[in-house]
């Protein structure tokens, strides 16, 4: 092959659900050289994950995609119960609102299409000057010292992409993973295995979740906002094959719990099994995986797509710090720090599933309470995810490791309003609590890294105008509060330590 045929670029993203797109735009914004490929013809049309959490919002926010999304979900939705004689019971939504500790601009979670956001994250790559080549699937890979040689296939001919460093977010039949040789360690549940698809239907509430009890289980309908489709999940019942998903088929299973309610068409069926599934390592060499392509597991809690995203977002910074010239050991913590998580996704999901279960042939007295166990609000929102050990004391503040929660009414000279208006953006944030050595002002970097000085009765600096700030971190005088891109608090430093902040600072390589 002639050389001039390899196609060049730092960052190869096999795969544009989801999680692709969110390192598509990270890493866009942060000036990476980066293609995305995906092997279908059009973007995905097909509902799957419904519910956008909280964290995931944040996410949105920071990366500029997040005001379709807010646009097109809609935050309350209620249950209503059918039972087979036409009786109704309507219960709250199932979704939890996020406590107000967590300082989040977004508290609760969406009902949105996947479609819908992954709409969003395209625009805002489109913005970014990126764009997804279609029909193009990964086949091959080969990976050395300097880089990863993947072998494509197109409607025009193969062709060769040469990358530093491959992402694959191939989902959850990961042709990468298989390409490496790797499996998910886990468990697949052959018996249990669900009906599912995005339909239209005549005669129904668009302003509630419909839910028919029977001793097959629960059938559920739920609106997706701003279109007229609905997603339709029943399990396939216990002890049978499932059959080939049709129209008919699915008219069938509403019509066996009387629900008097006509399908009018469907633009998805499938067959749905719960796995549950993850990688041990989420890095092999110059491959890195994230979301389905690294865990699956069961559709309780709304959790796929959700950790997927964070994933990304947990992975974007650094690979784009490591192009950068930072120490490639930097993405080992990537897996170091999602592994934990999507281990612990997969034990809450698969107990909120079983517990669930349990219960489906039940009345509606009993399936409420059981959905709204599928909703914590620490994890289920990921407000609470925290990288590394430690615990947060509430006297003194977030700590190394937390999420940066938001502070609203601050005040400075070249801007004015939350916490999150100083974070957005590819950069590490450093905030100055009453502490004006120079040195700090002599380190940091426009883009990079961003200074704020927050200063105690001056008019100068960053101020806090609602009192929030001191409410929320609980700053000591003189401390440096070091966040993150994607806005996990990196360190809090004494004021006699400023010195060594920047000698310990992960990103004083990537700056450089
Ligand atoms: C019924 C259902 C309900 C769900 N509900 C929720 C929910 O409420 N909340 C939630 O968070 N999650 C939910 N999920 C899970 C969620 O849909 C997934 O976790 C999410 O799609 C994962 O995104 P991803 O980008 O990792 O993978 P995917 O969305 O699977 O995207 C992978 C992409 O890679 C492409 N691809 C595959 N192989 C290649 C190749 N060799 N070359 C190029 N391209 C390739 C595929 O065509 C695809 O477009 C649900 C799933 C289902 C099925």
């Known amino acids: 092959m002639n050389e001039h045929d390899v196609f060049q670029t730092d960052v190869l993203i096999v795969g544009a659900g989801p999680v692709g797109l969110t390192l598509a735009c990270d890493l866009a914004r942060r000036g990476v050289a980066c293609r995305i490929v995906e092997r279908d013809a059009t973007a995905g049309r097909a509902s799957k994950a419904k519910t956008i959490q909280p964290r995931s919002l944040e996410v949105l926010d920071d990366l500029g995609a997040v005001e379709h999304v807010v646009r097109h979900g809609i935050a309350d939705l209620p249950l209503r119960f059918h039972d087979s004689s036409g009786g109704v019971v309507d219960g709250p939504s199932i979704t939890v609102r996020a406590r107000d500790s967590f300082g989040t601009p977004y508290p609760d979670p969406l009902w949105i299409g996947q479609f819908d956001v992954e709409h969003a994250l395209r625009e805002r790559l489109r913005l970014l000057g990126g764009s997804v080549e279609h029909q193009v699937e990964a086949v091959d890979l080969a990976q050395d010292q300097d880089g990863v040689t993947a072998a494509m296939r197109t409607p025009q001919g193969d062709r060769t992409v040469r990358a530093r460093y491959v992402v694959a977010t191939d ?40 839910v028919w009890t029977s001793d097959d ?48 068409s469907a633009a998805w069926l499938s067959v749905y099994r719960v796995n549950i599934r993850m990688l041990t390592d989420y890095r092999s060499g110059r491959v890195l995986f994230a979301g389905d392509a690294a865990h699956v597991h069961t559709p309780a809690g709304g959790q796929g797509m959700n950790t997927g995203i964070q994933d990304a977002y947990n992975l974007g910074w650094k690979l784009g710090a490591v192009i950068r010239g930072a120490s490639p050991d930097l993405l080992d ?37 059981a ?137 004083a390589a990537p700056m450089r």
Request: proline share 7%.
């Open 171 to 210: 989902g959850g039949k990961s042709t990468v993973r298989g390409l490496l040789g790797l499996h998910l360690a886990g468990e697949t549940r052959e018996a249990e295995r669900w009906y599912i698809g995005d339909v239209t239907v005549n005669g129904l509430a668009r302003d509630h979740m419909h």
């Open 217 to 264: 289980g629960m059938l559920v309908l739920t609106p997706l906002p701003h279109s007229d489709l609905w997603q339709l999940q029943a399990p396939v019942p216990a002890g049978t094959e499932p059959s080939t998903p049709t129209c008919e088929l699915y008219q069938r299973l509403l019509d066996e719990r009387n629900a008097g309610i006509t399908l009018t």
């Open 333 to 369: 913590t990537y897996s170091a720090e999602r592994a934990p998580v999507a281990r612990t996704v997969l034990a809450v999901s698969t107990r909120k599933l079983d517990r669930t279960t349990q219960r489906i042939g039940g009345h509606a007295d009993m399936l409420g309470p």
């Open 371 to 507: 959905l709204g166990e599928l909703a914590d609000d620490a994890m289920t929102t990921g407000l609470g995810i925290r990288y590394g050990s430690g615990s947060h004391d509430p006297s003194t503040g977030p700590v190394a490791g937390d999420r940066a929660p938001n502070a609203t009414g601050l005040r400075g000279p070249d801007s004015t309003g939350d916490l999150f208006d100083l974070t957005r953006g590819p950069h590490w944030t450093l905030i100055a609590f009453d502490n004006d050595d120079p040195a700090l002002t002599d380190r940091t970097e426009p883009g990079i890294l961003h200074l704020h000085l927050h200063r105690i009765n001056t008019d100068d600096g960053l101020l806090d105008g609602d009192g929030e700030f001191q409410r929320i971190y609980a700053p000591r005088r003189g401390e440096l509060i070091l966040i993150r891109p994607d806005g996990h608090i990196a360190t809090r430093i004494p004021h006699d330590q400023t010195a060594d902040l920047f000698d310990t600072l992960p990103v």
